[in-house]
């Protein structure tokens, strides 16, 4: 289970990487989505998620380990609302430079052919 988790880890992960490095704007951000995908999806896995382990700690329990640590999931719920944020935001850039420069390659100009 750990190995198809790194594969598609390690498949988002090249994948953002290769479309950031592409030359047209949209790429790029489809790119970053990709990216930040991975890296929600790393800490999740990280953070050693188990189905049916309570989530709160009672004051006669003894072994902390057996429960549910709730920090990864926080710092992914909050790493997906950053990047759902940063995402508007670099399409209304893309937008605004698509209008101005009247193409939507990263430097502002068409290749040559």
Do not use: C
């Amino acid at each position: 289970m750990e190995l198809v988790l790194a594969i598609g880890i390690g498949t988002l992960a090249a994948s953002g990487v290769w479309l950031i490095l592409r030359p047209r704007t949209f790429q790029v951000i489809i790119g970053l989505s990709l990216l930040s995908y991975s890296v929600n999806l790393f800490i999740v896995t990280m953070g050693r998620v188990r189905t049916g382990a309570p989530v709160l700690i009672a004051k006669e329990a003894g072994d902390s380990a057996r429960f549910a640590d709730p920090l990864p999931q926080a710092l992914v719920l909050t790493a997906i609302v950053i990047s759902f944020a940063t995402t508007a935001l670099f399409l209304v850039v893309l937008l605004a430079s698509r209008g101005l420069a009247r193409t939507d390659h990263v430097d502002g100009q068409e290749p040559e052919a």
